[in-house]
């Protein structure tokens, strides 16, 4: 069992930062393919990132690759993302979710979700 729980969502204007954290219990966090997924209003949840476990491969949106990096600390258990260049098409609820194997775009094949975090870019 892994339960997540995100931080580090917030209002920022356009051109801005964010981080966005999300801290996992259980003591196979490593193991976990861990992934950021985010949901804005009246549309589908959408893929954002990935991050491998062990050798920490990762995987980005072409909607957010340059922009955002997806990273994690094994040792404390968090994954991160990092949101540079912010726009208004970002404003979503971002999920972070963990599956063990490989990694996959498709939020359906994720066992683990943490509450969300609201990010809103303002223009």
């Known amino acids: 069992q892994v339960q997540l729980v995100e931080s580090g969502g917030g209002l920022v204007q356009a051109g801005g930062s964010l981080r966005l954290s999300c801290a996992a219990s259980g003591r196979t966090f490593s193991s976990y393919t861990m992934a950021w997924f985010r949901q804005a209003p009246g549309k589908e949840r959408e893929f954002v990132a990935a991050?491998?476990?062990?050798?920490?491969?990762?995987y980005h949106a072409d909607s957010v690759k340059g922009r955002f990096t997806i990273s994690r600390d094994n040792a404390n258990n968090t994954l991160y993302l990092q949101m540079n260049s912010l726009k208004p098409d970002d404003t979503a609820v971002y999920y972070c979710a963990a599956k063990a194997g490989t990694v996959l775009s498709n939020g359906r094949n994720y066992d683990y979700w943490g509450q969300g975090t609201q990010v809103t870019v303002s223009s």
């Open positions: 991050i491998s476990g062990t050798r920490g491969n990762t």
